[in-house]
T-cell receptor
Framework: AQRVTQPEKLLSVFKGAPVELKCNYS??????LFWYVQYSRQRLQLLLR??SRESIKGFTADLNKGETSFHLKKPFAQEEDSAMYYC?????????FGTGTSLTVIP | EPEVTQTPSHQVTQMGQEVILRCVPI?????FYWYRQILGQKVEFLVS????????KSEIFDDRFSVERPDGSNFTLKIRSTKLEDSAMYFC????????????FGDGTRLSIL
């Protein structure tokens, strides 16, 4: 069963425009959700985790249990935000990753 | 900041041969993981390891795969009788505690099976 769904494989926005990367999950327990980012030729890096409710690099993500979503948002995209973004669900022993969304910010 | 390191960065192996991928997790971390990412596809969980035992494994982790922590610092993934479909990027990750802790990833090893 697909645990994490990222419906957009590619997303392009102009610099300064708002951006939203969608993530939906499927899990009957209490979810622990993360966003990871992978810049070109670099490792996967933790961007956000839902329990910390913090803003990193201007990104925020809110867990919506009713909609089983954990969308990543930023009000004003920057060129340096161009990267691959992965939503991940931790069930305790396993991480389930989405297929990723490649974000391109157009100058 | 401490990092997870993986060697080699690229491994080319003939089909049917054995390959060992190496990882050095962050020193005070206790939980270790292997993931793979086939080109163009998502990152997939392979196995988790704690206290010198496999704690969880996916269906991908068949009997050709094994993991080991031979010396207290390295964490290795061995694949025997490699197949063409084993070609992928393999990521090692570690976390200080298990459960719902974020994982720290290495740069990955690109495995190419010819």
């Amino acid at each position: 069963a697909q645990r994490v769904t990222q419906p957009e494989k590619l997303l392009s926005v102009f610099k300064g425009a708002p951006v939203e990367l969608k993530c939906n999950y499927s899990y009957s327990g209490s979810p622990e959700l993360f966003w990871y980012v992978q810049y070109s030729r670099q490792r996967l890096q933790l961007l956000l985790r839902h329990i910390s409710r913090e803003s990193i690099k201007g990104f925020t993500a809110d867990l919506n249990k009713g909609e089983t979503s954990f969308h990543l948002k930023k009000p004003f995209a920057q060129e340096e935000d161009s990267a691959m973004y992965y939503c991940a669900l931790n069930t305790g022993n396993q991480f389930y990753f989405g297929t990723g969304t490649s974000l391109t910010v157009i100058p | 900041e401490p990092e997870v390191t993986q060697t080699p960065s690229h491994q080319v192996t003939q089909m049917g041969q054995e390959v060992i991928l190496r990882c050095v997790p962050i020193s005070n971390h206790l939980y270790f993981y292997w993931y793979r990412q086939i080109l163009g596809q998502k990152v997939e969980f392979l196995v988790s390891f704690y206290n010198n035992e496999i704690s969880e494994k996916s269906e991908i982790f068949d009997d050709r795969f094994s993991v080991e922590r031979p010396d207290g610092s390295n964490f290795t993934l061995k694949i025997r009788s490699t197949k063409l479909e084993d070609s992928a990027m393999y990521f090692c990750a570690s976390t200080i505690l298990g459960g719902h802790q974020p994982q720290h990833f290495g740069d990955g090893t690109r495995l190419s099976i010819l």
